[in-house]
T-cell receptor, first 114, second 115 residues
């Protein structure tokens, strides 16, 4: 358990509404990631952060933005949700030196956009 | 760019039978390789990892994987499958010289276990 929580765990929303998902960690990890999981695609990286206010895009970043104003929280925002963003969203952290590149995942948020 | 292919989308094995899940990767340098397992409705749990050294790595729950550079493969094996092993398995590749230390995942293999 890497001390990662995600909220909400489930959300149903309507097309065009803004949605924010929160990832919270308790172990002061520098790197945090947001992935989406869709059948047949595995996990695909949306955005990642390498420190407070330091973020960068991943493979599928269109339609998403992120913010990290403090170490423990990494927020993912869908400015105007679309049905194609219905997915399960996972947050991850990268463990510290000694376990290079090893990522640990939160429990996930299931988002349904109607 | 790095990529991972898991050729088998679904696999069904009988309880007690052996298991091998295939993973092929594409990466220009020495990769870091991982296998994760996801039970229904759950997050991902790390089964095992390869960074360097011995090419046969042991993981949790009786799983092992072998890194074969010549074949660009990192197949997951278990000698005797238990019903509780039914889950989805993901192979992933990463490196310490890519920006953000990102992982690239395969599409997953769903394992079903027959009694």
């Amino acid at each position: 358990d890497a001390g990662i929580t995600q909220s909400p765990r489930h959300k149903v929303t309507e097309t065009g509404t803004p949605v924010t998902l929160r990832c919270h960690q308790t172990e002061n990890h520098r790197y945090m990631y947001w992935y989406r999981q869709d059948p047949g695609h595995g996990l695909r990286l949306i955005h990642y952060s390498y420190g407070v206010k330091d973020t960068d895009k991943g493979e599928v970043s269109d339609g998403y933005s992120v913010s990290r104003s403090k170490t423990e929280d990494f927020l993912l925002t869908l400015e105007s949700a679309t049905s194609s963003q219905t997915s399960v969203y996972f947050c991850a952290i990268r463990a510290l030196a000694g376990r290079l590149n090893e990522q640990f995942f939160g429990p996930g948020t299931r988002l349904t956009v109607l | 760019a790095q990529s991972v292919t898991q050729p088998d989308i679904h696999i069904t094995v009988s309880e007690g039978a052996s298991l091998e899940l295939r993973c092929n990767y594409s990466y220009g340098a020495t990769p870091y390789l991982f296998w994760y397992v996801q039970s229904p409705g759950q997050g991902l749990q790390l089964l095992l990892k390869y960074f360097s050294g011995d090419t046969l790595v042991q993981g949790i729950k009786g799983f092992e994987a072998e890194f074969k550079r010549s074949q660009s493969s990192f197949n997951l094996r278990k000698p005797s499958v238990h019903w509780s092993d039914a889950a989805e398995y993901f192979c992933a590749v990463g490196a310490d010289n890519n920006a953000g230390n990102m992982l690239t995942f395969g599409g997953g293999t769903r394992l079903m276990v027959k009694p």
